[in-house]
């Protein structure tokens, strides 16, 4: 059965990052994520945006340097 949706730890392993920067994208909107019980949870299409426009940034980035 193919993954709907990822937890907070899940995605900071994933991006390489501590649990708590993703709390704060998930405040301050820059992640959409749902409450299930008292976790958060991240859709899988909302991730994929997600890495969409991290990459951007990063390429954009890149070309200005």
Same mark, same amino acid.
Do not use: C
């Given at each position: 059965?193919?993954?709907?949706?990822?937890?907070?730890?899940?995605?900071?392993?994933?991006?390489?990052?501590?649990?708590?920067?993703?709390?704060?994208?998930?405040?301050?909107? /820059? =992640?959409?994520? !749902?409450? *299930?019980? &008292? @976790?958060?949870?991240?859709?899988?299409? /909302? =991730?994929?945006? !997600?890495? *969409?426009? &991290? @990459?951007?940034?990063?390429?954009?980035?890149? =070309?200005?340097?």
């Amino acid at each position: 059965m193919p993954r709907t949706a990822w937890t907070v730890l899940e995605v900071a392993d994933s991006m390489r990052v501590g649990e708590q920067q993703v709390r704060d994208w998930i405040h301050s909107g /820059e =992640l959409s994520a !749902f409450r *299930a019980g &008292q @976790t958060y949870r991240v859709p899988n299409s /909302e =991730l994929e945006r !997600f890495y *969409a426009r &991290q @990459t951007e940034k990063f390429a954009s980035g890149l =070309l200005d340097a």
